[in-house]
């Protein structure tokens, strides 16, 4: 069984940093090799993926408004996942969550019916 944790999220000025991490535990059964993708959710409004990263060869995905911005990033050994978010806006305000998928291809998706395993949630607001 496969549980995420995630956490990091709190409460920041405009243009201010956070570092959002998910903590997976627990093996699934599959190829080896994953996605781990960050989703936000604001209030009102449907969940959108903001980055993702595969953990064969780290390659990365992210919505257009988190790039420059955003960074995802792993270790593989510890299967820990961070989020580096810089420069933050009203907008980025939302509950974040991670979630994970087996992928045995290389290229992740922010498909939510891939995602078989979600975390609770940490909050980000930014006033």
């Known amino acids: 069984h496969v549980q995420l944790v995630e956490s990091g999220g709190g409460s920041v000025r405009t243009g201010g940093s956070l570092t959002l991490s998910c903590a997976v535990s627990?093996?699934?059964?599959?190829?080896?090799?994953?996605?781990t993708g960050w989703f936000r959710q604001a209030p009102g409004q449907e969940r959108e993926g903001v980055a993702a990263i595969y953990s064969g060869d780290g390659s990365t995905i992210y919505m257009d408004s988190a790039k420059g911005r955003f960074t995802i990033s792993q270790d593989v050994a510890s299967k820990t996942v961070v989020l580096q978010m810089n420069n933050l806006k009203t907008e980025d305000t939302a509950m974040y969550h991670c979630a994970v998928y087996d992928a045995y291809e290389g290229r992740c998706s922010f498909r939510e019916d891939f995602y078989d395993y979600w975390g609770p949630g940490t909050q980000v607001t930014v006033s």
């Open positions: 627990g093996n699934g059964d599959g190829s080896g090799y994953w996605c």
